[in-house]
């Protein structure tokens, strides 16, 4: 394991100054150098810094499974809830229209009622099912609120980005957790991931979803993760996926590899027989 082997190189260095003869300067180890860690040459010690951290955040956290939400940061709460508009800085001007940003109602209340399902139901069968979200704005923080608003923890993978994305304050503490690259936040999204519900969304929630779509039509990744896109007139105005199985581009089952609902209510309808599943295995 990278974890133990990190931690036996860790022990088997100094930790003090006390081995450096008087009257010589000691030369900084590699790990101590900024510049180094920072630089071109240090790029694979920061990818293994983001499967390592987080890995070792989730194990302490006690998470076992996951319900990921995906969606747009640009999605607006209502005016009654903007009230950490100060905080966070941003600015609504420029917010979708209100046929989009209703979604963020939706995905609170979901978020909250997942939550509370976990904590009722799956914490006594020894199994802690969080909610995870990109860790920024809009839906993202929507989710995040919903789950603290049920008494629950919730996960927030962020990303430096140079705009759109600041860590909502809704993630729980301990389980905000910021990355560099995108393709290792990738993989904690989905490593403990049970189900996906994506929100409507732009670029990033588009690759998000497809390429959790394409690795599960082409079984390359081990378990087989639901997905549930939210907002039916928006998917099916977007995406026209009878065409793609009727144009022979996929085939007429992939078209099992997701499901489209319009309200809370029948989100929750299969998230209670997607987790009632889980916890009975």
């Not at 588009?206 to 993760?225: C, K, P």
């Not at 078209?255 to 319009?262: K, N, P, Y």
């Amino acid at each position: 394991m990278p974890e133990r082997l990190l931690a036996s190189i860790e022990n088997s260095m100094p930790d003090s100054d006390s081995t450096v003869p008087e009257g010589r300067r000691r030369t900084p180890r590699p790990i101590e150098n900024d510049d180094f860690l920072q630089g071109p040459a240090a790029r694979p010690l920061r990818i293994l810094g983001e499967y390592i951290y987080p890995d070792r955040v989730l194990r302490e956290e006690g998470v076992t499974d996951t319900v990921v939400f995906f969606g747009s940061a640009r999605v607006a709460p209502p005016p009654e809830l903007r009230q950490d508009q100060d905080l966070s800085g941003r600015d609504y001007s420029d917010a979708p229209p209100e046929r989009i940003n209703r979604y963020y109602m939706d995905a609170r209340e979901l978020a909250r009622r997942i939550t509370s399902w976990s904590m009722e139901r799956a914490e006594a069968q020894g199994r802690r099912i969080l909610v995870v979200t990109g860790g920024g704005p809009g839906i993202m923080e929507a989710a995040n609120r919903g789950a603290g608003e049920a008494g629950g923890h919730s996960v927030g993978l962020n990303i430096e980005l140079p705009h759109e994305q600041n860590a909502n304050p809704y993630i729980t503490p301990a389980l905000s957790i910021s990355f560099q690259y995108f393709f290792m936040r990738k993989y904690w999204f989905l490593y403990y991931a049970r189900a996906l519900i994506v929100f409507p969304g732009g670029f990033g929630t588009l690759d998000e979803l497809f390429e959790t779509l394409t690795l599960q039509q082409t079984r390359t990744i081990r378990n087989q993760i639901p997905v549930i896109l939210f907002g039916r007139d928006f998917w099916r105005r977007l995406i026209d996926f009878e065409f793609l199985a009727e144009s022979g581009l996929i085939s007429a089952q992939d078209l099992c590899l997701f499901q489209i609902v319009d309200t809370v209510d029948e989100a929750m309808t299969l998230m209670n027989r997607i987790l009632a599943e889980l916890i009975e295995q």
